[in-house]
Each structure stands twice: as C-alpha cells, then as structure tokens.
C-alpha cells in the first residue's frame, strides 16, 4: 500500500521537474499492478489534491472520465504585479 505521505512526497518532488500539464499516472512507480498499482493511483490522486490545495500545483480534467493533468502551479500576474509594486 502507498501512503498519502509517500504519494505526496513522489508527486510534490516530482512536479517540480515537468514544466508544462503531465498526466497523473506519469508520477506513480514504474511496474505496479493490481492492489498496489491501484493504491498507488488512489494516494498520488489524494496528494495532487492536496497539492492544489497548498496552491503548489495546477490540475485539469477535459471531461469525466479523462485523464487528469498536473503541473507546478501557475503565478497569477496580478499577484506578482503586486510583489513588483511592493518592491
């Protein structure tokens, strides 16, 4: 079984490395299947949400049922306009 622990900490770090929306099954370990493979979809599907939630990564899915992209987290030109105003 994978953890949420674990799945967090193979998505968050790997996230960091793709630059542009990649499929959520890219993140999980190579060669799972059955029970494991599932529980390791289950956990990095739980991670990314909690990832969204801290506002470290970005998610979309063009329809039900299809596949679910990630990426980093897109800065919003308002918010960085802000910091730049600040500064």
């Keep these: 079984v994978m953890t949420l622990d674990e799945a967090l900490e193979r998505v968050g770090a790997l996230v960091g490395a793709r630059l542009d929306w990649t499929r959520l099954e890219a ?4 060669g ?5 493979g ?3 979809l289950a ?3 739980v991670a990314i949400l909690e990832l969204a939630r801290q506002g470290r990564v970005d998610i979309k899915q ?3 049922f ?3 992209f ?3 987290a897109a800065a919003e030109p308002e918010m960085e306009q802000r910091e ?3 500064a």
């Design 27 to 30: 993140f999980l370990p190579d």
């Design 32 to 36: 799972l299947s059955g029970a494991l």
């Design 38 to 40: 599932r529980s390791a």
């Design 43 to 45: 956990s990095s599907f």
């Design 62 to 64: 063009e329809e039900i």
């Design 66 to 68: 299809a596949p679910i």
């Design 70 to 72: 990630l990426r980093p």
């Design 84 to 86: 730049e105003a600040d």
